[in-house]
């Protein structure tokens, strides 16, 4: 759709109180669902559904939703990639693992593909980050100084935080030999 294109008014003038709406009324109407989008990726980056579902909890009407948010992808405002990749920075900085990571994004409706770039696009490396995180968790452990119950419990934590089994053994090897 053309920058400044309503459409032909139909796919998201929905009737209210039984009324359609006039195409005065439509171009009003979107306008206030495209302010409201605009307002929510002022403040971050937002997946589509996210955005899609944040829209519908104000009560607007599901096709023009879709008609702005197809527009701000359209114009660059809104995109699954930079969401993605912002997402995935901000997780690694808290301490999380890309099994963690990739599973929020998911769960967030990001496409497979983008997730799978965002993460490997990251220059991070996974383990020496579970090691750092393991560190300020359990900084009371010295060398050998972990019986098998503390081993078992470090496990569980680092697997909690998306980690998988090899990063999690190297990552506790590192805080024993340290």
């Given at each position: 759709?053309?920058?400044?294109?309503?459409?032909?008014?139909q796919?998201?003038?929905e009737a209210?109180?039984?009324?359609?709406?006039?195409?005065?009324?439509?171009k009003?109407?979107?306008?206030?669902?495209r302010?409201g989008?605009?307002r929510?990726?002022?403040r971050?980056e937002h997946?589509?559904?996210e955005?899609?579902?944040?829209l519908?909890?104000?009560?607007?009407?599901?096709?023009?939703?879709?008609?702005?948010?197809?527009?701000?992808?359209e114009?660059?405002l809104?995109?699954d990639?930079?969401f993605a990749?912002?997402?995935?920075r901000?997780r690694?900085?808290?301490?999380y693992?890309g099994?963690?990571?990739r599973?929020e994004?998911?769960s967030?409706?990001?496409?497979?593909e983008?997730?799978?770039q965002?993460?490997?696009?990251?220059d991070?490396?996974w383990?020496?980050?579970?090691?750092?995180?393991?560190?300020?968790?359990?900084?009371?452990?010295a060398k050998?100084d972990?019986?098998?119950?503390?081993?078992?419990?470090?496990?569980?934590?680092l697997w909690?935080?998306g980690?998988?089994?090899?990063e999690?053994?190297?990552?506790?090897e590192?805080l024993?030999?340290?």
């Amino acid at each position: 759709m053309a920058e400044g294109s309503y459409g032909s008014g139909q796919e998201g003038a929905e009737a209210v109180d039984g009324q359609p709406l006039s195409a005065a009324e439509f171009k009003e109407a979107l306008q206030t669902v495209r302010n409201g989008a605009i307002r929510l990726l002022a403040r971050r980056e937002h997946s589509r559904a996210e955005l899609r579902n944040k829209l519908l909890l104000r009560s607007h009407p599901l096709g023009m939703i879709n008609t702005v948010i197809e527009q701000l992808a359209e114009r660059g405002l809104q995109s699954d990639v930079r969401f993605a990749e912002s997402y995935t920075r901000m997780r690694i900085r808290r301490g999380y693992g890309g099994n963690k990571i990739r599973a929020e994004l998911l769960s967030r409706d990001v496409p497979r593909e983008i997730i799978e770039q965002a993460l490997a696009e990251t220059d991070e490396c996974w383990i020496e980050n579970a090691t750092h995180v393991l560190q300020k968790k359990y900084a009371k452990y010295a060398k050998n100084d972990c019986n098998p119950r503390d081993m078992a419990k470090m496990q569980r934590f680092l697997w909690s935080r998306g980690y998988n089994s090899d990063e999690v053994k190297l990552a506790i090897e590192r805080l024993r030999e340290n």
